[in-house]
């Protein structure tokens, strides 16, 4: 199976986002894991003055784990899926908390997207990239010197049994609870994406050679353990 790229996965995003929170709502602890992660940016308790970057917000769960997070924040929410964005903008968001803009990731210069950002957030996006190393040199060149970013995501620890739980799990229920939904394209999309990414310790690699600083990696708990990993850091170096 070939994986969905740039306009055709933006597509069958939009195509999904009509049902993807309730799709995510079956999904234990998904946005508990979320809210945790977004911690980890340690951003101040009340977050009052703070700029983030919520990169990949698609219906919002992520800008809300952020906004829980530092309710003070302003946020910067981009996605490429129009469709998702609909939904996001479509909730309740306290006034002026949140900014969306319809961009792909690759292309935020193009769509105004300007730092610096106190912090970056990015969740369930790099597999997704077909660029995902001059994402990584945008976003540490977007952060404040003293910036970090927190990266939530799919990708195994490397383990054979973690490897086939995955695939268990997509086989057995994502790909037919999707098919159901007329999304079974993006679904086989996401089980391969994830088979065919870093693992857990490639990605760390790949942070600390884009120039990220104290590279942290933190598994999920529950059966997202080997499964999904929050990736922490800071800008490094000088811009």
């Not at 530092?70 to 946020?75: L, N, S, T, Y």
């Not at 998702?84 to 769509?111: C, I, N, S, T, Y």
Request: with cysteine; charged share 20%; hydrophobic share 45%.
């Amino acid at each position: 199976m070939h994986l969905l790229h740039d306009r055709d996965l933006a597509v069958a995003f939009d195509r999904a986002a009509p049902a993807y929170d309730r799709f995510t709502a079956a999904n234990p602890g998904y946005h508990a894991q979320l809210r945790r992660s977004a911690r980890r940016l340690r951003l101040p308790a009340d977050g009052a003055g703070m700029r983030v970057l919520d990169l990949g917000c698609g219906t919002g769960a992520s800008t809300a784990a952020l906004l829980r997070a530092a309710p003070g924040a302003r946020v910067t929410a981009v996605d490429v899926s129009a469709g998702m964005l609909a939904r996001a903008r479509a909730k309740r968001w306290p006034d002026g908390a949140v900014e969306f803009v319809h961009a792909p990731a690759q292309g935020l210069a193009d769509a105004g997207v300007r730092g610096p950002f106190d912090g970056v957030f990015a969740a369930y996006l790099f597999r997704n990239l077909g660029e995902p190393d001059a994402v990584l040199a945008a976003v540490r060149r977007l952060l404040a010197p003293t910036g970090r970013l927190a990266v939530h995501e799919y990708t195994l620890s490397g383990a054979p049994a973690h490897r086939a739980l995955w695939t268990s799990l997509c086989r057995g229920g994502l790909i037919p609870a999707g098919s159901l939904r007329g999304d079974e394209a993006l679904y086989r999309h996401l089980w391969r994406s994830v088979l065919d990414f870093d693992t857990a310790a490639c990605f760390r690699d790949r942070l600390r050679t884009a120039g990220f600083e104290d590279v942290r990696v933190l598994p999920a708990a529950g059966w997202q353990w080997g499964v999904v990993h929050t990736f922490v850091g800071r800008r490094g170096g000088a811009a």
